[in-house]
């Protein structure tokens, strides 16, 4: 069975930081590519960033350029997002997310091409 589970959300104020995790279990996230997402009130699913399977990262430079960092530990099978200068903004339920397998190596920004989803984790920056 399959399970992401995310963890590290949390209340943190404007220009705060915060460290999510996603522990993953029944697949080894090293052998494929791995996202977070969000979803804000009110607004679709959006792409935050992604690690392919040879640890090159993706980021939506708009929203998180220069602020998120993306990382994966192999060994735990586990992934990270380091996000600073935190803005209220930012404010929305975190998803860990896994492509379907090793085939599937390449970051894409579509929800709908990744197969296994957490249960999501609350960020809320205040203002």
């Known amino acids: 069975q399959v399970q992401l589970v995310e963890s590290g959300g949390g209340l943190v104020q404007t220009g705060g930081s915060l460290r999510l995790s996603c522990a993953a279990s029944g697949i080894t996230i090293g052998n494929r590519a791995m996202g977070w997402f969000r979803r804000a009130p009110g607004k679709e699913r959006e792409f935050v960033a992604g690690?392919?399977?040879?640890?090159?990262?993706?980021y939506d430079q708009d929203s998180v350029k220069g602020r998120f960092t993306i990382s994966r530990d192999n060994v735990k099978n586990a992934m990270y997002l380091q996000m600073n200068s935190l803005k209220p903004e930012d404010t929305a339920v975190y998803y860990c997310?896994?492509?379907?397998?090793?085939?599937?190596?390449?970051?894409?920004?579509?929800?709908?091409?990744?197969?296994?989803w957490g249960q999501g984790t609350q960020v809320t920056v205040s203002s």
């Open positions: 997310a896994a492509r379907g397998g090793p085939r599937f190596s390449i970051v894409t920004n579509r929800p709908s091409d990744y197969y296994h």
């Open positions: 690690i392919s399977w040879s640890g090159d990262t993706t």
